[in-house]
């Protein structure tokens, strides 16, 4: 058996100042050439161990260590983070601070000329991980004039630059659309094929990697919780840790079906196998097939009022494109939609004019109130010491933060933070906030005239709320919007991921290059799509409009003798 | 005013090594710094405006004039205000206390738009190499001289887009709060300790980056030969040329210019072929637009 590329021996890791630890006794190793994925909630670990793997802890962020770490048979408590870089190339979650110079050709250089190579063989690695990563094209443009999906490939592309025998990544897709995140997870599992190249990649959304892992590695409180193969991590977590589990592991765990699939492909060759695969029929009616529940219930709702329309909104750059090109969009009290298409579709710049933060070019925006807008990075928002000067105390109860007031908002986990952002810009006063915690802790809650509440939005816009957000909180803020759509207020969510879109929303609307080129009800927007669709859709081929496991469970009891569980 | 950065267009300056380029907007600059008389420093705004049209930065440049605008126009009143060396006294203040007699001169005004102009085109300039010369290419030779300096530099360099986006988040964020979010000094004060605070975590992250990439393991980078463009000659001779134009407009006594006690601003033909001269060697390299593309 070949020698280890990484290994964690019994490593404990505090950050300065900490007294918990971010790391407890890890201990694995990983072969050269093996592509494991990292799970875990968010906070449990999985950047600190990413950053003990290439020694920026504790030689950058300081702290105290204990244990080893060794990397190609280095010591990182001897070797700091710009010796054990030769082997090693990162990628870590904001790809704005990944890019240290003006253009991308001198981004690629800088590693190679860093390392002393002769300039042919930096122009020659420049070209070349340029071809592999299909960035040929930018290699004369400015940095920050690129895209959020440019920067990560071109931030990924410098990380690759050295060849290093081993790539980290954290939540290298969390910015990126379907398309892009597909692109970059196929690169990755190129460059272990091709290159044996060994992977380490932090991942929320596992459904998206799984195929490709050879091993999975789950933290839990800084400690190695599940240690194993694919399959046997998804067994693993429907039983241990249920937020963990793929869409695709749950559907058929709620249809008691087994084992879990690892992807999509495995699980639609169990169904066939058991005859369960819904059959052309079905798939063809899935455009016509109501959705379980949900659908009858947005009738019920149907309104006249109107809370928000756009007519022609046309949004043209001085000597530039046009980022929206007659946008027409109509929205209604109680509605959720979900607005989704690829990065630079113009999904931002639509919520903007939504917003009035942005005036029309041509066409205009009536809205029945006022437009509540929550932008991509809920930090943004905080200008202050403590939580309880951000907002007003009826917001932070009905946000659930009233016990967080005196702490400060950078300390918050993600999901409170987005919880405290929400706050801020959504702050319905003090009779729509003690409704608001009433539907939290499930008391009595005041009953409701037609329309948004009094003082509240009449519109909420939330954009890439989910960014970097673990499974569990993505669900509470799918609960939250739910809520609110409840009580009248139209809900329109920019996305990228389809199964946030699918629990939160009962209407998509699909942007490309400023145009609206698909608007229906949800089940028949992501039941069909090849990219834009659940796992759950593309497991049953969207059959019956079933977007979430729940409904794809439903649907496979409804459709077959039903003889399961092995 | 807005931030400039630079990017890679289609002009001859852009398609200069950044060393030449460099060399090109200090030659331009020594020259404003060396010439007093109006004559050449009008022929040398002329030539940076020319510059700026054909390195398709034109634009950037009239945001750049305003600015300077603001502040040029407080230069020629505080001169004409401070200076009591002029004879023609255009009016009288009276008594100032102790500042003496408020008698305002026409040498001081003249003397005041001729510093004020030498300062407009050094700003122009400035916003000229910044837009045109790339900063990564500098820094690579920097590199080679000091590995402190240019780490520093990098990061310095990477700071200012990144600070002008953050900024212009969290503005952005605010206007998104309730009734436009905070106002007022106090408001103001918070965003900019959250902006300046969000820039350390922002710098501390760019240096993790900077660490990764094993930027301090290469003291010295290695040079890259690269044979010499026709760009590169052009601009070199250009700047060789401004600056021996300056030297001799300087010491032969073509630029000639006194402002007091009385103005003397003799303009013969050896000023004005100084002016044409300037203007000429500093266009002249942008008249080439083979092989400019990026």
Aim: hydrophobic share 50%.
């Amino acid at each position: 058996m070949s020698a280890p590329l990484l290994s964690f021996e019994h490593v404990t890791y505090r950050y300065p100042g900490v007294e918990a630890a971010a790391l407890s006794d890890v201990s694995f190793e990983l072969a050269p050439g093996e592509f494991c994925l990292l799970a875990g909630l968010s906070g449990q670990g999985k950047s600190t161990l990413l950053r003990a793997a290439c020694g920026l802890a504790p030689h950058f962020h300081g702290g105290r260590f204990a244990g080893r770490v060794t990397l190609a048979g280095l010591d990182s408590r001897e070797n700091g983070p710009a010796r054990l870089g030769a082997f090693v190339g990162a990628l870590f979650q904001d790809p704005e601070t990944q890019l240290v110079t003006s253009s991308v050709r001198a981004e690629l250089s800088l590693v190679l000329e860093s390392r002393g190579h002769e300039p042919a063989a930096v122009a020659r690695g420049v070209e070349e991980v340029a071809l592999a990563l299909g960035i040929d094209a930018l290699l004369d443009r400015a940095t920050y004039d690129l895209s959020g999906g440019e920067k990560q490939r071109v931030a990924l592309g410098a990380a690759l630059a050295g060849r290093p025998a081993l790539v980290l990544l954290d939540e290298p897709t969390s910015q990126l659309d379907p398309v892009a995140g597909d692109e970059l997870i196929g690169l990755l599992r190129r460059l272990n094929q091709e290159w044996e190249t060994t992977i380490l990649l932090a991942e929320h959304r596992l459904e998206r990697c799984l195929t490709v892992a050879d091993r999975v590695i789950s933290l839990e409180r800084g400690r190695i919780a599940h240690d194993g193969l694919p399959d046997a991590f998804l067994e693993w977590a429907a039983g241990r840790a249920p937020a963990l589990q793929t869409p695709g592991a749950k559907l058929f765990a709620l249809a008691g079906l087994h084992p879990a699939p690892v992807g999509v492909r495995q699980a639609r060759a169990t169904l066939r196998f058991r005859g369960l695969l819904p059959s052309g029929d079905v798939l063809g009616s899935a455009a016509t097939t109501p959705a379980p529940k949900r659908r009858a219930s947005v009738r019920r709702r149907r309104r006249r009022a109107t809370a928000l329309r756009m007519r022609g909104v046309w949004h043209e750059l001085r000597d530039g494109p046009a980022i929206l090109r007659g946008v027409d969009l109509v929205l209604e009290p109680g509605e959720s939609v979900a607005l989704m298409g690829r990065n630079g579709a113009g999904k931002s710049t639509l919520l903007r004019h939504a917003a009035g933060l942005l005036e029309p070019t041509r066409g205009r925006v009536d809205r029945a109130g006022t437009v509540a807008l929550l932008l991509q990075n809920p930090g943004d928002y905080f200008i202050h010491e403590r939580v309880g000067d951000e907002a007003s105390p009826a917001s932070l109860l009905a946000a659930g933060l009233q016990q967080m007031v005196e702490r400060n908002p950078s300390d918050l986990s993600g999901g409170e933070r987005q919880r405290l952002a929400l706050a801020i810009v959504a702050a319905d006063g003090e009779a729509d906030g003690a409704r608001a915690n009433g539907a939290r802790t499930g008391g009595p809650q005041p009953s409701l005239p037609a329309g948004a509440p009094t003082g509240a939005p009449a519109v909420l816009a939330l954009d890439e709320p989910t960014r970097g957000m673990d499974r569990q909180v993505k669900a509470e803020l799918a609960d939250e919007l739910r809520r609110r759509a409840a009580r009248g207020q139209a809900v329109i969510v920019a996305t990228h991921d389809p199964e946030f879109a699918a629990a939160c929303a009962d209407r998509a609307v699909l942007l490309a290059e400023g145009r609206v080129i698909a608007d229906g009800p949800a089940p028949e927007l992501l039941a069909g799509g090849w990219y834009f669709a659940t796992e759950t859709a593309r497991i049953l081929g969207g059959a019956g409009g079933a977007l979430l496991p729940e409904q794809g469970a439903e649907l496979l009891r409804g459709l077959a003798p039903v003889e399961v569980a092995l | 005013m807005g931030l400039f950065f630079y990017r890679r267009l289609a002009s001859p300056l852009h398609a200069t090594r950044a060393g030449v380029g460099a060399a090109w907007t200090l030659a331009l600059t020594a020259a404003a710094v060396l010439l007093y008389q109006p004559l050449v420093l009008l022929a040398l705004l002329a030539a940076i405006v020319g510059a700026a049209a054909a390195a398709g930065v034109g634009h950037e440049l009239r945001r750049a004039l305003r600015t300077a605008t603001i502040v040029a126009v407080p230069i020629v009143l505080v001169n004409v205000l401070a200076s009591r060396q002029g004879l023609t006294v255009f009016a009288r203040l009276g008594d100032l206390g102790p500042f003496g007699q408020g008698d305002l001169t026409v040498e001081a005004v003249v003397y005041g738009v001729v510093i004020a102009l030498k300062v407009t085109i050094v700003i122009l300039i400035a916003t000229l190499a910044s837009l045109a010369v790339d900063p990564d290419a500098l820094l690579r030779i920097l590199r080679r001289l000091s590995f402190r300096s240019a780490l520093t530099g990098s990061l310095a360099v990477r700071m200012i887009p990144l600070l002008a986006a953050d900024s212009a988040r969290l503005a952005e964020a605010q206007r998104t709060r309730p009734h436009g979010g905070l106002e007022g000094v106090r408001g103001r004060v918070a965003l900019l300790g959250a902006i300046l605070g969000g820039s350390l975590d922002r710098a501390m992250d760019v240096a993790a980056t900077l660490e990764v990439r094993g930027f301090a393991t290469a003291p010295r980078a290695p040079r890259a030969p690269r044979p010499w463009s026709r760009h590169d000659i052009g601009f070199a001779i250009s700047a060789a040329a401004i600056l021996a134009l300056a030297l001799l407009g300087r010491l032969g006594g073509a630029a000639s210019f006194e402002a007091y006690p009385l103005i003397h601003m003799p303009i013969g033909g050896g000023t004005v072929a100084l002016a044409v001269g300037l203007t000429f060697a500093a266009l002249l390299p942008f008249g080439d637009r083979r092989g400019i593309d990026p």
